[in-house]
């Protein structure tokens, strides 16, 4: 019991990361659904038909998705605001049919015969992850990704190549959401395109906006919230998706920055200069 | 066979046009996705099976679900728009929006069950046809086809023709300026979101009515399809929302006839991506619209 | 010897508009060419073309004997060309010292690699120097958002200058100003004088630019009209007359 909260918890807050490194540009992508399906389906291949182990395949399928993103964010991070919206969509939409006329893992009926995902992994890559990610929150990368989600025009004329930016985060948010979907996989033992819709992708951009998506720690609270409340609303069991519902609406309604709104200065105060307002 | 798969597109085709045409007029006016106006269009079909299995003629039945669907597009705006009006806000309001419909969903089910409700339609009416050209029509179906096609005239003439039209127009422009010429900006957004939710409520009843049961999965299936169609056609384009609403829905018929159905479920998708990328203004459109323009 | 920045030709349309017509002037080595024109002469866009915003329509622009027309927007700040706007656009949630650390492009050129690197004491201590030079070292935490109008503008000067240009395009950074302002103002971009190749400013007080440039070009309707000596030009009756003529207009 313990472990599959530990399990649900640690993937949706890859899932949320894996947005968050993409918003960390200034795009929004509900298209890590999407990846996701690409890394649950590449790995489940690789280990269920070639016998690959788990860490390899999982290791290979975020490269397929890696590359996949890198491929359509040249085209698709042309868009901005609610055009990118609807672009992102729409290839969680063309993947999801995409898998389901694919007759080899299974189509609409889905894809069996994966196991051995523990909690120990999701566990380490969180911690792996979310490592990496204190580590550019404190850096120069950091800065200049702040400067292309305020102003890509001025940041590009400050000398740094924004599309090579934006297009390296939505490589590096697939990657994360085609490990997290593999390990998915493997816990599960089963999948369906339909686990991977439009749905999902919603849910995990509404980890990241409750949460917050101006620091690091923002999305992991709003992963969590979102994983463990309905699960202790045991009471309320049979209502939970119109109470998740009404939740969220009034969260956003509450605080429409999420719960942790603030952003961490990469560069610190220094302490023999007075702070200023 | 191919003129009945033509015809059957076009009705679907008109349904998808009235679903687009909310999400268009919405988008027109606040620049903001309703994304609870798929499980909107759902609701419509519900009201309508509820409708008559309470008596109601299937006009009747029809008008209810306007009635019924209008209002819920009110509560859409109080609670998941009108908050979050700032240009910066669109994200909120998209998301505030689908956890509405999600909401939405959940009660459907809890109510009706998660299985499709069939509705009691008169057999004699659900056999009526009529011939024409040497090819039999279904009454319905041309029914349906009036309904959507009166509705969608009768907008076009009121946002052309009208001072509510005119009101609309203005905001659509400039919510600031329309503001200082005395327009009730807040009373504006409410009408738009009352005729985009009321002609979803339509097309969910007819929806019901064509295939002779509600579904709840249809607001996720049909409901995110008719976006994709508003983007194809031009994101605030009434006449794009339109005539991609046409087109997709012929386009489908085809596609099914000659038996590649489920590639053109993705074909919707990966059209409206080239579309956006390709000519973000719509297809048929001849002005920029304003993010392009920006 | 060949001018530092040469403009041949450059033509800019904007949907049958055009904003730029045929304009060629040269900028030599050390000097402080002043860009002055009536609203809508063009000067802003002839600024956002040779900054890589805008794709010129025609012409080209070269750049110590080489052609930069087309290049995007970052590899000619990696040239050299750094530039304000003339309406301000900081990074308002950042603070003031992070918007001038952002435009190191020691950095920007290999993003990647800095997350080791160190030297952050130094970066920190040279963007010190740079805000106390424009008088903004005691804000150097306050959000950008978060500065006074005057304070914004010296702001992005020392924010164009942190990527240790070559080139410099200020765009009206006297506007809104009051006299003491201006003064500080033009205080701060004669101190930098010397440490740039070549500073275009363009600007409206007359006071202002004749007092800091070499040489001047007027603008008007998106033509070259005049070129040359401030006192000459200013007293020429063409340039007289397109800045009444505005006037009229305007009036």
């Known amino acids: 019991m313990i472990q599959d909260y530990v399990m649900q918890t640690g993937i949706n807050i890859l899932l949320a990361w894996s947005v968050y490194i993409i918003l960390l540009s200034g795009s929004l992508s509900f298209a890590n659904g999407g990846f996701m399906a690409i890394g649950a389906y590449v790995s489940a291949v690789l280990t269920v038909k070639f016998g690959i182990p788990l860490i390899l395949a999982a290791a290979l399928a975020g490269a397929a998705a890696f590359l996949f993103g890198i491929v359509v964010a040249y085209p698709a991070l042309r868009t901005r605001g609610l055009y990118l919206i609807l672009v992102t969509v729409g290839i969680t939409a ?28 999701v566990v380490t890559l969180v911690l792996v992850v979310g490592a990496a990610l204190w580590l550019i929150s404190h850096s120069r990368l950091q800065r200049m990704l702040d400067a292309v989600r ?117 560069e610190r105060r220094l302490r023999n200069r007075p702070n200023n307002p | ?50 409708s008559v299995a309470m008596g109601a003629s299937i006009p009747l039945a029809l008008l209810l679900a306007l009635l019924a669907c209008g209002a819920l597009g009110l509560a859409v705006e109080l609670v998941s728009f009108r908050k ?110 009352l005729l985009a939710s009321a002609m979803a409520g339509v097309a969910g009843a007819a929806l019901a009515i064509r295939t002779g049961f509600a579904a709840n999965e249809v607001g996720f299936t049909l409901g995110l399809k008719a976006l994709a169609i508003m983007a194809i056609g031009g994101m605030g384009d009434l006449r794009g929302a339109f005539l991609g609403g046409l087109l997709i829905g012929v386009f489908e018929a085809l596609a099914f006839q000659w038996g590649f159905g489920q590639i053109a479920d993705t074909g919707v998708w990966l059209f409206m991506i080239f579309v956006l990328l390709v000519r973000p203004t719509g297809l048929f459109a001849a002005r920029a619209s304003k993010e392009a323009r920006a | 010897m060949s001018a530092l920045l040469e403009i041949r030709a450059l033509h800019k349309q904007f949907r049958g508009l055009t904003a730029l017509d045929d304009v060629s002037f040269d900028v030599a080595q050390g000097e402080l060419l002043g860009l002055i024109g009536p609203n809508g002469a063009g000067k802003s866009v002839l600024i956002n073309v040779v900054s890589g915003v805008y794709a010129a329509s025609a012409g080209t622009v070269w750049l110590r004997g080489t052609d930069v027309t087309s290049l995007p927007t970052y590899q000619l700040a990696r040239r050299g060309i750094a530039r304000t706007y003339q309406n301000i656009r900081l990074f308002a949630r950042m603070s003031v010292l992070e918007n001038v650390l952002v435009a190191d492009q020691r950095y920007s050129a290999r993003p990647f690699r800095t997350l080791f690197a160190g030297g952050r004491r130094e970066d920190c201590a040279a963007a010190e120097v740079l805000l106390e030079r424009v008088g903004l070292a005691a804000k150097r935490d306050a959000l950008a958002g978060t500065l006074a109008y005057g304070e914004a503008r010296r702001l992005e000067i020392a924010r164009a200058l942190a990527g240790r240009p070559r080139l410099l395009f200020l765009d009206e950074p006297a506007a809104g100003m009051n006299e003491l302002e201006s003064e500080e103002l033009a205080a701060v971009i004669r101190s930098f004088r010397a440490e740039l190749d070549v500073i275009v400013l363009i600007e409206h007080d ?45 009036g």
């Open chain 1, 150 to 266: 305020e102003d890509e025009l001025v940041a590009a004329s400050l000398g740094i190549n924004v599309v090579h930016l934006k297009v390296a985060c939505f490589g590096a948010g697939a990657f994360i959401a085609a490990v997290a979907g593999s390990f998915y996989a493997h816990y599960l033992l089963f999948v369906r395109p339909e686990d991977f819709g439009i749905l999902p992708s919603v849910f995990i951009v509404l980890y990241v906006v409750l949460g917050g998506m101006n620091n690091l720690w923002g999305p992991p609270v709003g992963a969590t919230i979102m994983t463990l409340v309905p699960e202790f609303t045991r009471g309320l069991a049979q209502w939970r998706p119109t109470v998740f519902g009404i939740l969220i609406v009034l969260l956003l309604l509450v605080r429409p920055d999420g719960l942790l709104p603030f952003r961490v200065p990469t």
């Open chain 3, 206 to 250: 007359v006071a202002l630019i004749r007092e800091l440039s070499d040489r001047l070009v007027v603008m008007d309707s998106g033509k070259v009209i005049a070129v040359g000596k401030p006192a000459e030009v200013l007293a020429d009756p063409r340039v007289i007359e397109a800045y009444l003529g505005a006037e009229e207009a305007d």
């Open chain 1, 94 to 121: 063309s993947i999801k049919v995409m898998i389901e006329s694919i007759d080899y893992v299974g189509g609409i009926q889905g894809f069996t015969g994966m196991s051995g995902a523990s909690p120990w992994h």
């Open chain 2, 84 to 193: 979050f009006r700032s240009h910066d806000a669109h994200i909120t309001a998209a998301l505030s929006s689908f956890a509405f419909g999600l909401v939405l969903l959940d009660l459907v089910q809890k109510a009706w069950g998660t299985e499709p409700v069939a509705i009691e339609l008169p057999h004699a009416l659900r056999i009526a046809s009529v011939e024409f050209l040497g090819v039999r029509f279904s009454v319905v179906k041309l029914a349906i086809l009036v309904v959507a096609l009166v509705l969608m005239f009768a907008l076009h003439l009121a946002i052309a023709r009208t001072r509510l039209g005119r009101s609309i127009r203005a905001v659509a422009e400039s919510a600031t300026s329309a503001a200082l010429y005395g327009i009730n900006v807040t009373r504006v957004i409410q009408i738009v979101f």
């Open chain 2, 1 to 50: 066979m191919l003129t009945e798969q033509i015809v059957n597109g076009i009705v679907m085709g008109s349904l998808y046009a009235l679903i687009a045409q909310g999400y268009t007029l919405v988008f027109g006016v606040l620049d903001k996705l309703n994304f609870a106006h798929g499980e909107i269009f759902m609701f419509g079909g519900y009201v309508a099976v509820a």
